[in-house]
């Protein structure tokens, strides 16, 4: 079945630095793939998405490439802000059959100190 | 426009009890999906509702039950909890038709079973 693997957090940050969170995912079709973001005490919200092989999605400074040969979709932003605390999750949605799910990845914790 | 909303936000059951959750769809949006989220994890799909039907399940047993209503709201019922259903229930809402893989979410319902 499909599956989506992260990188394990916690992950600390000192702001301004670089940021990357790997996301590999398992799939028996072409699926669309997938950031949410969870800040505290809020619900998951979409960061960015990708369709197809080759696309980049992009919003607010974050940018994940889809890439087929590698079965990837690693998280960057080159330089996080405080604001940026939250837990991130890779997900995948696999359009070949009937299943209309998310399958999305344990998430990790993103901790950024000012 | 108003977002998706769940109620309760908490609650407190023993094992062998049934529970509720109740969850307003966004507007305009008429797909209604159920995922339960264990402490650490990323969140596991249930079951989706689209006008009125299940539209796809996950690998939850029968006593996860569901109901979506002509305007579009939705019930998520578990009965004979077990100790392992301790988990955040979270709502989600999209658009049936021209399906973008997007998902709007609420908070969550935070179940803990004693």
């Known amino acids: 079945g499909d599956s989506v693997t992260q990188m394990e957090g916690p992950v600390t940050l000192s702001e301004e630095a670089f940021l990357t969170i790997n996301c590999t995912y398992t799939?028996?079709?072409?699926?669309?793939l997938f950031w949410y973001v969870q800040y505290p005490g809020e619900g998951l919200q979409l960061l960015l998405k990708?369709?197809?092989?080759?696309d980049k999605g992009s919003n607010k400074g974050f940018e994940a490439t889809y890439r087929k040969e590698t079965t990837s979709f690693h998280l960057e932003k080159g330089s996080v802000q405080v604001s940026d605390s939250a837990v991130y999750f890779c997900?995948?949605?696999?359009?070949?059959?009937?299943?209309?799910?998310?399958?999305f990845g344990s998430g990790t914790q993103l901790t950024v100190l000012p | 426009e108003t977002g998706v909303t769940q109620s309760p936000t908490h609650l407190i059951k023993t094992r062998g009890q049934q529970v509720t959750l109740r969850c307003s769809s966004q507007?305009?949006?008429?797909?209604v999906s159920w995922y339960q989220q264990a402490l650490g994890q990323g969140p596991q799909f249930i079951f989706q509702?689209?006008?009125?039907?299940?539209?796809g399940r996950g690998n939850f047993p029968p006593r996860f039950s569901g109901l979506q209503f002509p305007n579009y709201s939705s019930e998520l019922n578990v009965n004979a909890l077990e100790l392992d259903d301790s988990a955040l229930y979270l709502c989600?809402?999209?658009?049936?038709?021209?399906?973008?893989?997007?998902?709007?979410f609420g908070e969550g319902s935070r179940l803990t079973v004693l």
């Open positions: 989600a809402s999209s658009s049936g038709t021209g399906d973008t893989g997007e998902l709007f």
């Open positions: 799939a028996t079709g072409y699926p669309s």
């Open positions: 990708a369709t197809k092989a080759d």
């Open positions: 997900a995948l949605r696999d359009f070949s059959g009937s299943a209309r799910q998310l399958t």
């Open positions: 507007s305009g949006h008429n797909t």
């Open positions: 509702y689209y006008r009125e039907e299940e539209n």
